[in-house]
């Protein structure tokens, strides 16, 4: 629920109802300004987008809330501005990790000539994140149709879990992906772990370049099979290597 309301003329009581009801339903970061700045309401979503407890939000300058994601000074004074709408964005760092937020600015005017700043705030973080498990689902449809065992692991997390194995993996090691996900892919080798083909396989991935070996590696049922493995790197748009794809062939012998 808002953290409170803006008292109301009887004949503005109904557009002021439906503003605090928009504001508090919203599925994005909300927040409504006097014309001083000053922090009238604010929805969870947002205290969360901000790092800070909802009850210290009403209030408080919206300068003050700046502080809170190092806000530049004229990101602040555009924000609390009466008529400065439009959108702007804003990069800061949250637990270790970037966030980027896009906000919307409004300005609102009642028939009393009162005026009021809306404020929408997007956590663009939250949808490129979402995009791009999206983007993967797709490819992983892609993979399952593949005559070849697929292996993606996550280059962005210690040791490169595994977070993907197609059917033909499966197939082929006799692990289900329940298995092996969150797992580095060395576990494969049993005890073999100074096969010929290692150093330059491990040179490829230190090096974030493709990268080939024929390595000798055991199904769940311990049984042995020659495995030819193809690795490439994947890369977003800023040039971070984010995963490795590895293919698997079988071989019938090195």
Not at 78 to 93: C, I, N
Not at 167 to 184: I, L, Q, T
Request: proline share 4%.
């Amino acid at each position: 629920m808002p953290l409170k309301k803006i008292p109301a003329r009887p004949e503005d009581l109904f557009e002021k109802e439906l503003l605090w009801a928009w504001l508090d339903s919203a599925q994005i970061g909300m927040c409504l300004l006097n014309a001083g700045g000053i922090v009238l309401s604010a929805n969870a979503v947002l205290a969360q987008q901000f790092s800070v407890p909802s009850e210290s939000l009403f209030g408080a300058s919206f300068e003050q809330l700046g502080q809170q994601i190092n806000a530049a000074a004229e990101f602040t004074r555009w924000a609390v501005t009466p008529d400065s709408d439009g959108k702007r964005s804003h990069v800061f760092e949250r637990d270790h990790k970037r966030v980027d937020l896009s906000v919307q600015a409004t300005t609102l005017r009642y028939r009393d000539g009162e005026r009021f700043k809306v404020l929408a705030v997007t956590d663009e973080t939250l949808l490129k994140r979402a995009q791009l498990i999206a983007e993967l689902d797709r490819s992983n449809r892609q993979w399952e149709t593949l005559n070849a065992g697929v292996v993606i692991s996550d280059a962005l997390q210690p040791d490169m879990p595994i977070i993907y194995v197609n059917a033909m993996f499966e197939r082929m090691s006799g692990y289900r992906a329940a298995d092996v996900v969150g797992r580095n892919c060395r576990f494969l080798q049993g005890s073999e772990t100074d096969q010929p083909d290692l150093p330059k396989l491990r040179d490829a991935i230190k090096r974030e370049v493709n990268g080939q070996a024929l390595l000798r590696n055991y199904r769940k049922d311990g049984t042995a099979f020659f495995n030819e493995l193809f690795v490439s790197p994947v890369r977003n748009d800023a040039g971070v290597v984010t995963q490795f794809i590895g293919v698997q062939h079988l071989r019938a012998s090195r």
